[in-house]
């Protein structure tokens, strides 16, 4: 289950590169860029615009990663960002997107210390155990990748707590599923666990 970027993911860093005063011809942001004036507004407007779905706020998500390089004072305003990041953690909650829910309990970390609180690691764990297997092991190949598109690398103690709790909800569900008729999962599954 491959999650792919919306146009929101081009879009906000384009907004960011722009407001900083860099140049941009993103496809995805020239698509967008007259709904929204800077990545605050995006932030703050998207769902208006239409943009609701769980890969819409993963892709935001994922391009704020970038947009920290290009953030300056026009960048969000007031909470615009604050207030973002509580809507995306309800939305993954309520979704129960455990991409998203990671994406937002890591992005809001100070950057000189990207560690989960145990709480933290407990609800990505506990969120595993509500979503399909399929999910599950997806976004364990995320987690343990080095070179993710959707997360920053998660170092250490959090990211080995997070793949042995998911591993020990998953793994005792496999006998239930057939080899051949779900060869998509056990590859997943051989993937997800190639870098523990």
């Known amino acids: 289950m491959k999650q792919e970027l919306t146009k929101l993911y081009e879009g906000i860093i384009g907004l960011a590169k722009v407001t900083a005063g860099k140049e ?44 920290k390089d290009y953030e300056n004072a026009a960048t969000f305003v007031g909470t615009q960002l604050e207030d973002f990041l509580v809507r995306a953690r309800e939305k993954a909650l309520k979704e129960k997107s455990i991409m998203l829910l990671f994406q937002v309990l890591s992005f809001s970390k100070n950057e000189n210390k990207p560690v989960l609180s145990e709480d933290e690691i407990t609800s990505v764990i506990d969120l595993s155990k509500e979503i399909p297997l ?9 987690l343990m990748s080095g070179r993710s598109r959707y997360m920053d690398t998660t170092k250490g103690n959090a990211k080995n707590a997070i793949a042995k709790g998911i591993l020990e909800n998953c793994i005792p569900k496999l006998p ?21």
């Open 24 to 67: 941009c011809n993103y496809r995805d942001y020239m698509e967008i860029k007259n709904e929204f004036r800077y990545p605050g507004v995006l932030l703050e407007r998207m769902e208006e615009k239409g943009y609701t779905s769980v890969s819409d706020y993963i892709s935001v998500m994922a391009g704020l990663r970038i947009v």
């Open 134 to 142: 399929e999910e599950s092991f997806s976004f364990l190949i995320e």
């Open 176 to 196: 239930r599923f057939d080899v051949v008729g779900n060869k998509e999962l056990f590859i997943d599954v051989i993937l997800s666990m190639n870098d523990i």
